[in-house]
Nanobody, 123 residues
Framework: QVQLVESGGGLVQPGGSLRLSCAAS????????IGWVRQAPGKEREGVSC????????YYSDSVKGRFAISRDNAKNTVYLQMNSLKPEDPAVYYC????????????????WGQGTQVTVSS
């Protein structure tokens, strides 16, 4: 059974940092691209980052480029999202999702999803 478990969310002040983790079981992350997708209340899900298993290439949405960094530790079967310079528009539930080999062109392309972790940015 495949499980993706996110952790690391919480409350942070504007300008602060958080590091999210996505721990996988039932799959080997060597074979899967992992993406981070967020959803704020009343808004559609937004893919913010993805890392491919094929060549390690990374993708960032324009809204987080230069502030967020995705990385993977295959030995721990875990992917991380380092979030710096958090802004008031970043709060959302952040999900990690898995797709075989490469980052999908659309969110519906992900095969497996975690339950999400809440990120709140407030002073």
């Amino acid at each position: 059974q495949v499980q993706l478990v996110e952790s690391g969310g919480g409350l942070v002040q504007p300008g602060g940092s958080l590091r999210l983790s996505c721990a996988a079981s039932g799959i080997t992350l060597d074979d899967y691209a992992i993406g981070w997708v967020r959803q704020a209340p009343g808004k559609e899900r937004e893919g913010v980052s993805c890392i491919s298993s094929v060549d390690g290439s990374t993708y960032y949405s324009d809204s987080v480029k230069g502030r967020f960094a995705i990385s993977r530790d295959n030995a721990k079967n875990t992917v991380y999202l380092q979030m710096n310079s958090l802004k008031p528009e970043d709060p959302a539930v952040y999900y990690c999702a898995a797709n075989k080999w490469s980052c999908p062109g659309a969110l519906r392309g992900y095969d497996w999803w975690g339950q999400g972790t809440q990120v709140t940015v407030s002073s």
